[in-house]
């Protein structure tokens, strides 16, 4: 998902439009999680950028998405763009695992 989303519009509720874009991203990374797995793939990750514009998105984390979003909220944005692109994820396994395992 490459998109950017207006936060106002005239004849719309902004707090309406905001829940509405909110759970169009939720939506979009539930059905990305649903996709079945290729072999050898543990699970699905998410690359993600999120700006004001496309010119000046940042990577950020997808728990962050949402928090950032009503950052620029609360500073007036009138717009935003986020990236959402799925990829493939391995599990690690951690140290103290090995170290129980032996």
């Given at each position: 998902m490459k998109k950017t989303f207006p936060l106002k519009?005239?004849?719309?509720?902004?707090?309406?439009?905001?829940?509405?874009?909110?759970?169009?991203i939720r939506k979009y990374i539930k059905r990305e999680r649903r996709r079945e797995l290729p072999e050898g793939v543990d699970f699905w990750d998410f690359d993600c950028?999120?700006?004001?514009?496309?010119?000046?998105?940042?990577?950020?984390?997808l728990a962050e998405l949402i928090p950032l979003i009503d950052a620029l909220v609360k500073s007036d944005g009138e717009q935003f763009y986020i990236e959402i692109l799925s990829k493939h994820g391995h599990r690690q396994v951690r140290a103290g695992a090995e170290a129980s395992a032996e």
């Open positions: 519009s005239e004849g719309k509720n902004p707090e309406r439009m905001l829940e509405a874009t909110k759970h169009e950028k999120f700006g004001s514009t496309e010119a000046n998105a940042q990577v950020a984390h």
